[in-house]
């Protein structure tokens, strides 16, 4: 069976496509994940491949798709950092522990 081949703009990306993309790049791109390509306009377009079982990906590549993976990523470890109560409350989290300063 042939994958479906499909090319992502970052403007049209789905929630579940980001999540494919945060797990196969969990901190974030580096410069040998990209690709090269020209496209039917004569114009070179870096992307990103990612493939699934049924489908071939290529996330053409901007400064707008790497922040918004970034922030995916951030906001993703943001809600991991806290734990809640059998209430609902958030747990604070300990002081000693190290953090990093954006």
């Known amino acids: ?30 410069e040998d994940d990209y690709i090269k390509f020209v496209n039917s306009k004569g114009e070179t377009v870096y992307a990103i491949p990612l493939e699934t079982d049924d ?24 809600t991991e950092d806290f734990e809640t109560t059998d209430e609902g409350d958030d747990v604070t989290p300990d002081p000693n522990e190290d953090f990093e300063e954006d």
């Not at 090319?7 to 990306?13: A, S």
């Not at 999540?19 to 580096?30: H, K, M, R």
């Not at 489908?55 to 943001?78: A, G, I, N, P, R």
């Open 1 to 30: 069976m042939d994958k479906k081949r499909v090319i992502v703009d970052y403007k049209n990306i789905t929630q579940p496509q980001l999540e494919l993309l945060s797990e196969a790049y969990p901190y974030g791109f580096e």
């Open 55 to 78: 489908t071939k990906y290529l996330f053409k590549v901007s400064v707008q798709l790497q922040k918004k993976v970034e922030d995916f990523l951030e906001e993703d470890e943001d």
